[in-house]
Nanobody
């Protein structure tokens, strides 16, 4: 069973930066994809950034050019560098992972989630 633990959230002012980390365990192969999702109150969970096992990335339009996803395969850890944060980025951020070549964009395709880490951006 895959286990995920996020960290690095916090409160920042608009224009600031945060770096989120996600430690994954339970994988038997180093071929896995990881992704970051977020959920604001009253809204559905949405994909923010995906890092496929090929090295390709997929970003939501709303974060392109501001967020960067990366991972350390040796540590089974994913990172989300968030720059130029906006109040609309405020949400609970979750990471997800799968032992697949490509991570799905839809949150409903994932069974395993971490507890999430809160990101709050004030104007």
């Amino acid at each position: 069973q895959v286990q995920l633990m996020e960290s690095g959230g916090g409160s920042v002012q608009a224009g600031g930066s945060l770096r989120l980390s996600c430690a994954a365990s339970g994988f038997t192969s180093r071929k896995f994809c990881m992704g970051w999702f977020r959920q604001a109150p009253g809204k559905e969970r949405e994909a923010v950034a995906l890092l496929h096992s090929t090295g390709e990335t997929t970003y939501a339009d709303s974060v392109k050019g501001r967020f960067t996803i990366s991972k350390d395969n040796a540590k089974y850890t994913s990172y989300l560098q968030m720059n130029s944060l906006k109040p609309e980025d405020t949400a609970m951020y979750f990471c997800a992972a799968q032992g697949k070549l490509y991570c799905p964009f839809e949150a409903g395709n994932y069974n395993d989630w971490g507890q999430g880490t809160q990101v709050t951006v004030s104007s």
